[in-house]
């Protein structure tokens, strides 16, 4: 059984401040947080004020949005795994469609990037996802095989089950059109059939594919709850701790 993994990706937004009101907020609303496990994922300058606002709330981890593969050195301007678990930080997303787009990341460099994070005990949450242009000439498969193939390439099943995918599909990234959870269902269970072949059955059952792109309280539920979505990764939706807080829930319903 997968333990459901809802994520906030806040990407450029929050100060210190606003991350320690969201905590105070999130938690309230939130309730006990049981069979789900919620990971906020900060810019880096405020990833400090969410640990210590969190304390010692259970099921709550802190992730980071971004890292280098080089372990340390004259790399201005960037952030290693062991400066991120320094932090205590747990989790990294990495390949976002943001960062392939706007900044060049390929599916080599993403892999770099995943295996240092794991050599670090550092787990990566993992992007991939299809343009609309690429949908539309019916290559979406094709596409995340590439992605998942290069992205996760010379992992061992054990890193495979501690690393976790996010389906993303660019177009519903922050356009408010979510993917239908039957068109998410089939990317997810494609996702889950390729990871059986590039290792093992178990292995394949074992990984959590989050979905990412345009989730809000109104579509968490009816998304979740198909066989193969194991949770979701939340933008725009994430900076409000009223709307994280409801998206939580639902990830709890059946
Ligand atoms: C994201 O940035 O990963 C994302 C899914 O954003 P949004 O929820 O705003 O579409």
Known sequence: MRK???AANWKMNMTQAESERFVETFLRDCGEIIDVEVVIVPPFTSIAK??????????????????????SGAFTGEISAALLRDLFVHYVVLGHSERRTLFGETDEMV??????????????????GETLEQRDKGNVEKILSIQLRGSLAGLTPKELQETVIAYEPVWAIGTGRNATPQQAQ?????????????????TA?????????????ENARELMSQSDIDGALVGGASLDPRSFAQIVKAAREK
């Open 4 to 6: 459901k993994i809802i």
């Open 111 to 128: 892999n770099r990037k995943v295996r240092a994070a794991h050599e670090a005990t550092l787990r990566p949450i993992v992007c991939i």
């Open 50 to 71: 969410v640990m210590e606002a969190l304390g010692r709330a259970q099921n709550i981890k802190v992730g980071a949005q971004n890292m280098y593969w080089e372990k």
């Open 205 to 217: 059952e074992r990984v959590r594919i989050q979905y990412g792109g345009s989730v809000k309280p």
């Open 186 to 202: 089939e990317a997810h269970a494609f996702i889950r059939k390729t990871l059986r072949e590039m290792a093992d059955d178990t």
